[in-house]
Nanobody, 115 residues
Framework: QVQLVESGGALVQPGGSLRLSCAAS????????MAWYRQAPGKQRELVAS???????NYADSVKGRFAISQGDTFNTVYLQMNSLRPEDTAVYYC?????????WGQGTQVTVSS
């Protein structure tokens, strides 16, 4: 089992920045993929950014150039730096990992972009 805990969600004005954090614990030895998803009210959950243990990054078109995914000292901590935030970025953001072929989710953190 892998446990994921997100933090950093908040209310921010349009154009502002936030950094989300995700800490993985438990059986993380085979963890090779970390990602951030988001789900807005009435919409499907969508992939925002992903990072492999080999350093390959992918981003949704809607966040390219504004968001950046990175890891901490180890691959068990992943960040999502979000700049130039827009109202349409409002959603619950979920951390996701894949370890030994099993997918895990965090409980989510709310990001609200509003003036």
């Amino acid at each position: 089992q892998v446990q994921l805990v997100e933090s950093g969600g908040a209310l921010v004005q349009p154009g502002g920045s936030l950094r989300l954090s995700c800490a993985a614990s438990g059986r993380t030895l085979n963890n090779y993929f970390m990602a951030w998803y988001r789900q807005a009210p009435g919409k499907q959950r969508e992939l925002v950014a992903s990072l492999t243990i080999g350093g390959v990054r992918n981003y949704a078109d809607s966040v390219k150039g504004r968001f950046a995914i990175s890891q901490g000292d180890t691959f068990n901590t992943v960040y999502l730096q979000m700049n130039s935030l827009r109202p349409e970025d409002t959603a619950v953001y979920y951390c996701n990992s894949v370890s030994a072929g099993v997918q895990y989710w965090g409980q989510g953190t709310q990001v609200t972009v509003s003036s």
